[in-house]
């Protein structure tokens, strides 16, 4: 059984570029969320992707977008980045979502984003 | 709208005492607790999950309960071991599908 793998582990952007996030899902999952921890902080929900379809969303402007694959693989796409997205991007996955009961949820490494 | 709290932020001990970290939530309408250890500039492991129907688990030398009633969870670690210092984080799943609500977090530090 395979675990919550993230690609890359470290990137630095510059302020106005696009930036995409990998995670691939534990076998068997079928839901992955992803999560932005500013340092210091408790990890805040971006989205989630159920079934390919977004399955909730949290304060997070429309420039932050998703993906999710027939793999349940997913995607985080970031647009026109701006100093304050600096952070560490958390993928995490389950079984579940939609109207079903979530599972314990399965955490990747993580993303460390820079925007300069 | 739920919000989950850790006290203390901050707590350090010597070696080998039996240590218990607080999380409270204040929707008690909560589905699982789950709670999760992370190391500096790394990703979550999660440590014990809680369902809805149960009031603790165990595992090792965490023990984790759950009152819903008064929208209370503890982490109760025994016997602490400098191994065990790291960031421990508590998180609610307000609803059924699956979104994590999480705590500030407590950074634990064990004294040789």
């Known amino acids: 059984e395979t675990g919550v793998t993230q690609s890359p582990t470290h990137l630095i952007k510059t302020r106005g570029q696009q930036v995409t996030l990998r995670c691939s899902s534990q076998s068997g999952h079928n839901t992955v969320s992803w999560y932005q921890q500013a340092l210091g902080q408790g990890p805040q929900f971006i989205f989630q992707y159920y079934r390919e379809e977004e399955n909730g969303r949290g304060n997070f402007p429309p420039r932050f977008s998703g993906l999710q694959f027939p793999n349940y693989s997913s995607e985080l796409n970031v647009n026109a980045l701006e100093l304050d997205d600096s952070a560490l991007y958390l993928c995490?996955?389950?079984f579940g979502g939609g109207r079903a009961r979530a599972t314990e949820a399965f955490f990747g490494q993580g993303t460390r984003l820079t925007v300069v | 709208k739920q919000e989950v709290t850790q006290i203390p932020a901050a707590l350090s001990v010597p070696e080998g005492e039996n240590l218990v970290l607080n999380c409270s939530f204040t929707d008690s309408a909560i589905y699982n607790l789950q709670w999760f250890r992370q190391d500096p500039g790394k990703g979550l492991t999660s440590l014990l999950l809680?369902?809805?129907?149960?009031r603790e688990q165990t595992s090792g030398r965490l023990n984790a309960s759950l009152d819903k009633s008064s929208g209370r969870s503890t982490l109760y670690i025994a016997a602490s071991q400098p191994g065990d210092s790291a960031t421990y984080l508590c998180?609610?799943?307000?609803?059924?599908?699956?979104?994590?609500?999480f705590g500030q977090g407590t950074e634990l530090s064990v004294k040789p």
């Open positions: 809680i369902q809805s129907s149960q």
């Open positions: 998180a609610a799943f307000p609803d059924q599908g699956g979104k994590l609500i």
């Open positions: 995490a996955s389950s």
